[in-house]
């Protein structure tokens, strides 16, 4: 049985989707965004619930504290594009620190939404791969994850993309260490369907992102070194790359928080 958020779901996308292409001020500028991506994780929570008898949303509290971790989480990719300059807004409606809180605050729960649906298929169970977890390879890890947020502060020119991986060396281990949910934990028994899925799913939400972006009244621009040349919307083709390590950053980052949360 299909439920009764999702239907909720379903009504604020298409209500979105009016207010984007038919520019109905000010609601097109200020609520287009938030209603798109709360309509689209309400009704992808519902599918997965469909299939998997369980979803975020019937865990209140969890479902969400996805929203204010969501914000702070790009709140924190906002301050590494002070140092990388590879994306700017425009149009965004006043206050633009709350618009850009509500928009940011979608990001988390679209990701983990998308990638719950995506394991609840069996095609990524066909994948098989096994790592072998030592010490040397988590402090490997964890050195890379250092690397990868500093060096684009040193030469964001060229080392910009790292800002995308960074978290998933950097957190992932200690995740891992700490005995929470981690892909290398995952890894480690052989079943690579979070990797996967995580990774796919943030580049359906990309897509996303980008389709919609594309056509807002208020939206961000790219300036990425080396690869502006031919777009899809407003994306360089290259930059959708981007979006494969990001969810596993979002994970990674998402993990860490309920440790620190926890121990609080």
Not at 163 to 168: A, L
Not at 230 to 242: N, Q, S
Request: glycine share 6%.
């Amino acid at each position: 049985m299909f439920k009764w958020w999702g239907y909720i779901g379903i009504i604020l996308m298409i209500t979105g989707e009016i207010l984007l292409f038919y520019r109905v001020e000010p609601f097109s500028t200020y609520t287009f965004f938030l209603l798109l991506w709360v309509g689209y994780i309400l009704f992808i929570d519902a599918l997965v619930f469909h299939r998997k008898r369980k979803s975020l949303f019937t865990s209140p509290r969890r479902f969400w504290l996805l929203f204010v971790l969501s914000a702070i989480f790009w709140w924190f990719y906002e301050l590494l594009n002070i140092s990388v300059e590879n994306w700017r807004y425009e149009g965004v409606g006043q206050p633009e620190w709350l618009m850009f809180t509500l928009a940011f605050s979608t990001v988390l729960p679209a990701v983990l939404e998308t990638s719950d649906l995506l394991s609840s298929f069996s095609l990524f169970n066909r994948f098989q791969f096994r790592m072998k977890i030592t010490s040397q390879k988590i402090s490997l890890f964890i050195l890379l994850g250092l690397l990868c947020l500093i060096l684009p502060f040193v030469l964001p020119l060229y080392t910009y993309p790292l800002v995308w991986i960074s978290m998933f060396f950097l957190l992932d281990p200690i995740n891992y260490l700490n005995k929470k949910e981690s892909i290398l934990a995952e890894l480690r028994k052989g079943k690579p369907k979070l990797f996967f899925t995580l990774m796919v799913g943030t580049l359906i939400c990309g897509v996303l992102w980008e389709f919609w972006n594309y056509w807002a009244p208020a939206k961000w621009y790219y300036d990425i070194p080396f690869v502006g040349g031919w777009k899809i919307f407003e994306m360089p083709v290259l930059g959708f790359l981007g979006y494969l390590p990001f969810g596993l950053s979002l994970f990674a980052l998402y993990q860490f928080s309920l440790t620190i949360l926890k121990k609080k």
